[in-house]
C-alpha cells in the first residue's frame, strides 16, 4: 500500500511539473502556476533588497536579478522532475545491480532517474523488468521534451529582453531631443509603433522578459512605457493640432491598451494600466 501511495504522489507530481512547463513555455497564455508563484516571489524580494545593496556595496546589481529569476525556475523543473522520477522508483523494486543484482540503493536510484532525464542512459543499476524498463523510457522522453524546450524558452526569453532594451533605448533617445514639445516627440516616436505592438504580444505570452533589469536606465523598458504613456496622455489634448494624424498612433494606443490589460487594469483606462504594469515591473534606485 505504501508503495502505491509513493508511486502515485512521484506520478502527480511529475504530471504537475510537466504541466507548469508546458504552459509556461508553449502555451503563450502567461506562466504555469509554479513559474508564477517563483517568478513573482524573487521579483518581490528582489524589489525590496536589490536597491538596497546597491547603495551599500555602491556596485550594480540589478542586471543579474532576470538571469537569477530563470536560473532558479530552470533548476525548479529539473529538481522537481527528479523527485517525482525517484519516488516512483522508490515505490518497489524496480532497479538492480547490473553485476551482483542487489537491489538499488537511493543514492543510485537518483543516479539512474538523474541520467534517463539527461538521455545519457549511463548507470551501475538497471530496470528489474519490462514495467520499469518502459518508465525509464517515459523519464528519458520527458527529459529530452524539457531539455529541448528549455534551451529554446530561454533563448527565446533573451531575444525579446534584447528588443525590448533596443526599443527603450530609441524612445529615450528620441523623446530627449526635444522634451519640451509634446506634438514633436509624438511625431518622433510614432514610427515604433510596430515594434511596441511585437514587444507586448511577446510580453504577452511570456512576461519573463519583465524581470531582466539594466543596469543602464536608458534601456529600461518599462521607463520607455511610462515615457510613451507620458507623451500620448500629454497628446490627448493636442491632438487637434499635433502634426501627427490619429491613424499613425493607433499602433502605440492599442499596445498600451493590451498592456494595460496585462496588469489587470480597467481596459477603458489604457494608459493608466500601462503604467501600471511599468511601475510594477521597474525597480527603484
Excluded at 522508490?90 to 536510484?109: F, N, V, Y
Excluded at 538497471?126 to 518502459?134: A, H, L, M, S, V
Excluded at 529554446?152 to 527603450?168: E, G, N, P, V
Excluded at 501627427?244 to 494608459?271: F, Q, Y
Amino acid at each position: 500500500m505504501g508503495g502505491t501511495v509513493l508511486f502515485l504522489a512521484g506520478a502527480l507530481l511529475v504530471v504537475f511539473v510537466f504541466y507548469d512547463f508546458l504552459r509556461t513555455t508553449i502555451s503563450m497564455a502567461g506562466l504555469g502556476p509554479l513559474t508564477f508563484g517563483i517568478t513573482y516571489g524573487l521579483w518581490r524580494l528582489a524589489c525590496r533588497w536589490v536597491p538596497l545593496l546597491e547603495r551599500r556595496f555602491g556596485a550594480g546589481m540589478r542586471n543579474m536579478i532576470g538571469p537569477s529569476i530563470l536560473t532558479v525556475i530552470a533548476l525548479n523543473w529539473i529538481i522537481l522532475h527528479l523527485a517525482g522520477y525517484v519516488a516512483m522508483f522508490a515505490a518497489g523494486r524496480s532497479l538492480a545491480k547490473a553485476d551482483t543484482g542487489a537491489a538499488a540503493t537511493l543514492l543510485e536510484t537518483v543516479a539512474f532517474v538523474g541520467a534517463s532525464l539527461s538521455t545519457l542512459g549511463a548507470s551501475i543499476v538497471e530496470p528489474t523488468n519490462g514495467w520499469w524498463d518502459n518508465l525509464s523510457m517515459v523519464a528519458a522522453v520527458n527529459g529530452m521534451v524539457v531539455l529541448t524546450l528549455s534551451v529554446s524558452f530561454i533563448l527565446t526569453i533573451l531575444q525579446i529582453t534584447t528588443a525590448a532594451r533596443t526599443f527603450a533605448l530609441r524612445v529615450h533617445t528620441l523623446t530627449d531631443l526635444e522634451p519640451d514639445d509634446t506634438a514633436r516627440q509624438l511625431e518622433r516616436i510614432a514610427p515604433l509603433g510596430p515594434d511596441f505592438c511585437s514587444l507586448v504580444t511577446q510580453i504577452t505570452a511570456s512576461p519573463l522578459p519583465g524581470v531582466f533589469v539594466p543596469n543602464d536606465p536608458s534601456m529600461n523598458f518599462p521607463a520607455a512605457i511610462v515615457r510613451v504613456c507620458d507623451v500620448l496622455e500629454r497628446a490627448e489634448d493636442e491632438l487637434e493640432r499635433s502634426r501627427t494624424p490619429r491613424h499613425r498612433t493607433a499602433e502605440l494606443e492599442r499596445a498600451t491598451a493590451v498592456l494595460g490589460r496585462l496588469a489587470g487594469h480597467d481596459p477603458d483606462a489604457s494608459i493608466a494600466g500601462a503604467m501600471r504594469w511599468a511601475r510594477e515591473h521597474d525597480l527603484r534606485r
